[in-house]
């Protein structure tokens, strides 16, 4: 299905995929692995005016050299790009915690750089974020920039013809890739583990700490079960164990999210007021869209440029899924529905290019782990029997996609007992999130089955990626690395309760969407529409002064009884726009901050409380006083006696502002009041 397949490359403001990273090299490697100091490699955070890069944002950057293939010590060598943050405590501890992303085929840049920094964590220990082999910035970097190239035709086409033009531009990269000299087939889980070892020890580290998320906890697995020298305790966040192939529990998985959403909403009694009936009510959606397909407007977050995009019941249910993965999307999914209802798709269209516009995803390096692990799937052996329908319905098309596509991308297939449940009695501790749509607890159970020394915790609000999310989990997680044999007391978690619903009259606004993501393009017209709201707000100053002046002076001009209404009416349509577009610009800006801080589910929701409804009704009288101000300009020049030409041209340039101060309200979509 041509939506799941986009979706599945990229997860929003929550949790991101990885990869291996692969770099032809000529030199033999050294007895020692090497670690070669270099710039910052990622881009850090984009603040619009700045941009703090990973040296600002307190990183070490380089390269490590390791083997293309770890039995060929003399063969080809790649690079894997590493950044180290300096523990800043007095008594800091000597072994680091390394961090690896999910996926396969993510950015743990993107998302680790930014959370872990201001944790108790990096406070005590050294931080190492590395980003695996064949994975964005690594050498050789295994990305597809083919499927990149024919995303809009994707987007707007159907399901069958996107799925067609998808796997052609995937065969298209291996075609390349392979005619690089690139051997797609040292790209797996277990030589992924093995530069694990080499990182720590080019840094200089004996021992050492590892997290993984997602697909990081299965390469986790690997490196606890073939290199667990100098390996002192693993943190293992939303659970892939070796043992269960977590694509053909794809659609259990689905399933049991979604009970989880509905049971949340029943729970509680005001989601279930609001929102009865949410299963029935989301599963008529879904029929309604299969059957009436429509095509929605998506704006890339980067360019502003806007694509078709074709989405049916089976596409609204991918997004939704994909939609799962970022944490408190269980409590906005009953409004989700309700706007659907009504035909408001403004919150999808938002939400949705979070998704297939994030690049940052190695789609070479997904598949090459993926094919040799975990293409060896007997679709039709799936159980669906327990399965809504509607899920079943679609279940084996969805999985044997996988498999077709790894028929193609051909990699040597690892050993079968790459699936063996691995046996160890390194300190462990295991997270999930009940929400998680793809890694359930039940995976940390299992893989906890054969790990002696293992700490089980489910944090009851969380989903995908539980870790550096709220102080509780990051308490866990620093008292489990102060000292692993002892199991860190997770009371504060029997405290944690699913957020509450949105409720149904939260007024949804996309602009947040920009807010949250610090768009460029959006925080620049912020920046110009202050400079403007200063301007219309200037005659409360210059006018008066004015008066003053010609008072003291020759007096004010004679003029005639229409010029002095005109004059009258003219200033005091201007005066009553600066009034109510700074309480406008007030008031947003006091919801959004309140969103942006204290309310995250409202945040994670795109909307403001029902309580902005008046200042968001303020633009309609603004766009009623603009009229005027600009009648009156007409007007003015059009009077000889009305002003000075002075006069005449302030009182143009500040119609000129009011003027492109409602297009930018308008651009931001705001202009109308809310539905």
Known sequence: MINLTLLKRSIWVVVVLVAFLGVRGAAAQDTEPAFIPSACMFEGVDLGLTTLDGAALGFECGYVVVPERHSEADGATIRIPVAVRRATAADARPDPLLLAQGGPGGDAFGVFSLLVPNTEIAANRDIVIFNQRGTPYAEPDLSCPETEAILPQMLAASEEIGQQLYDEAIDACYARLRGEGIDLSAYNSLENAADIPLIARALGYETYNFYGVSYGTLLGLHLMRNHPEGLRA????????????????????????????????????????????????????????????????????????????????TTLRSILFQLLYVPRMSAVFPKMVADLEKGDTRYIESMWPLLVFDQLVSEGMYYSVICAEDADIDVA?????????????????????????CARWQVELLPPAIDDPVISDIPTLLLSGRFDPITPPAFAAAAAARLSNATVLVDPTASHGVAFFNPCVNGIISEFLDDPTASPDSTCLTALRAPAAVPVDAITVPLLADVNSLNLRTLALFGLAGALLMLVLSPFLVWPSVYIVRAFGDGQPARTHKARRLRLISRLAVLVFGVLALIFAVGLLGFIVRTVIVDQTLLTALALPASAAPVLWLPLLLMVVGVVIVSA?????????????????????????????????????????PL
């Open 633 to 673: 300009a007409v007007l003015i020049w059009r009077r000889r006696d009305a002003d000075s030409v002075l006069g005449k041209i302030y009182y143009a340039i500040l119609t000129i502002a009011a003027v492109t101060l409602l297009v930018i309200i308008a651009l931001q979509g705001l202009l109308l009041p």
């Open 234 to 313: 693993v943190i293992l966040d939303s659970v892939v164990p070796p043992d269960i192939n977590f694509i053909s529990e794809i659609p259990a998985s689905e399933d049991r999210v979604l009970s989880e959403v509905f049971a949340a909403c029943e729970a509680d009694p005001a989601c279930r007021e609001q929102y009865p009936d949410l299963e029935e009510r989301f599963f008529t959606l879904v029929r309604q869209y299969n059957e009436n397909p429509v095509t929605l407007a998506l704006a890339n977050p980067d360019t502003g440029e806007r694509y078709d995009a074709y989405m049916d019941g």
């Open 381 to 405: 052996a799936i159980p669906l029997e327990s399965l809504r329908p509607e899920i079943g319905e679609t279940a084996r098309d969805d999985i044997q996609s996988y498999v077709d596509a």
